[in-house]
């Protein structure tokens, strides 16, 4: 990404997406239950608040009525059309993982199987996005956390803490492959997590192989625990390695949300929160809904002259609905250097 005179204007930036993630799948409704929905309308509700407060980008997992993150597809399907019936301009983000949470006590944290989560291709209604990791990874979530974020909340059972601790993700490059092929051919966008530059270069061989013809749309997940820290050198280099037609939104967990968000601000990047990510004040003095969350950072970007991007505008900065056709275009239009032409030497570079 280039930072040219002027680029840390507003008037240069691009409009502010917010993501907002309220289900927050690691948390039980016992720990916050003013804000953890948990019937389907209550669900339903949660997206529609969101929304309302300038959230643009829904980040989706479902509960059961116990509580629990599901697993069931037509769990799925049913909180999709009913934000769809309600909302029906916001982009709605699945979450790849269809919730990680541990099923019973004592269970490990883990994704389903290649089989269940290519699935996500065939849900009715389609959401827009559905997220995606690259390459199979350490994702020890709690990692970075401490005593103060999880003190009166299930994650301080040392069973759940360790199920979090020893979470992997299953990303290997053949499922990765098969996966963006499927969800590209049914229209539905692919958003990439990232976790670190080696992923992203991932992403970009994919590109110049011609099986990934994608808008660049990501996240930088700066969580630690096998993913990068979120600190102001490994965001440079991030950034820096982000082709200029790439869009990009940060995010972290607990207090680190709202730094990296301020910073994603004042740089013209975008910007994620809600409960998912962090569910305390800075002070720690109180929890703090998602509801909450987006209405701070709608008013930071306010005062800092940047305007909140409604939702047609935010589908126009996200380029959904939108596929290349091969290698050479989507590389031009994520903004990549072309590929080495048989025989030519020296460095490539941008007509």
Avoid at 107 to 123: C, P, Q, V, Y
Avoid at 243 to 251: A, F, I, K, W
């Amino acid at each position: 990404m280039n930072f040219l005179d002027g680029a840390l204007f507003p008037e240069n930036m691009q409009k502010l997406v917010i993501t907002c993630a309220p289900y927050g799948p690691e948390w039980m409704p016992q720990d916050f239950p003013e804000d953890i929905p948990v019937t389907m309308d209550q669900q339903i509700q949660k997206a529609v608040d969101c929304y309302n407060a300038g959230a643009t980008v829904l980040h989706l997992h479902v509960r059961e009525l116990d509580g629990k993150g599901s697993k069931r597809l037509s769990k799925f399907n049913e909180l999709i059309a009913g934000i769809r019936a309600r909302v029906p301009d916001m982009i709605i983000q699945v979450g790849g993982s269809i919730s990680f949470a541990p099923e019973g006590e004592g269970e490990a944290a883990k994704w389903l199987s290649d089989d269940t989560r290519h699935m996500l291709a065939e849900l009715t209604p389609t959401p827009d996005q559905v997220t995606i990791a690259i390459n199979t990874n350490q994702m020890n979530v709690v990692e970075q956390m401490c005593e103060a974020d999880i003190r009166g909340t299930t994650l301080a059972d040392p069973a759940m803490y360790h199920a979090y601790r020893e979470m992997t993700i299953p990303a290997g490059p053949q499922w990765v492959e098969e996966h963006i092929r499927r969800l590209s051919s049914k229209g539905i966008q692919t958003h990439f997590q990232l976790a670190n530059i080696s992923q992203l270069e991932t992403v970009e061989r994919m590109m110049r192989r011609g099986v990934c013809n994608v808008p660049l749309i990501l996240t930088w997940v700066a969580i630690g625990g096998g993913f990068d820290q979120p600190n102001i050198y490994n965001l440079a280099n991030f950034v820096r390695a982000c082709p200029d037609g790439s869009v990009l939104t940060l995010e972290s967990s607990m207090l680190n949300v709202l730094p990296l968000n301020m910073m994603a601000i004042a740089m013209g990047l975008h910007v994620r929160c809600g409960i998912e990510d962090n569910i305390w004040t800075q002070r720690r003095d109180r929890k703090m809904g998602t509801v909450e969350q987006i209405e701070q950072l709608v008013r930071l970007s306010n005062e800092f002259g940047r305007d909140v991007a409604n939702a047609k505008e935010a589908r126009e900065i996200y380029r959904i609905g939108t596929f290349y056709e091969g290698a050479d275009a989507t590389l031009a239009a994520n903004g990549f250097a072309p590929n080495r032409k048989p025989g030519q030497v020296g460095f490539t570079q941008h007509a």
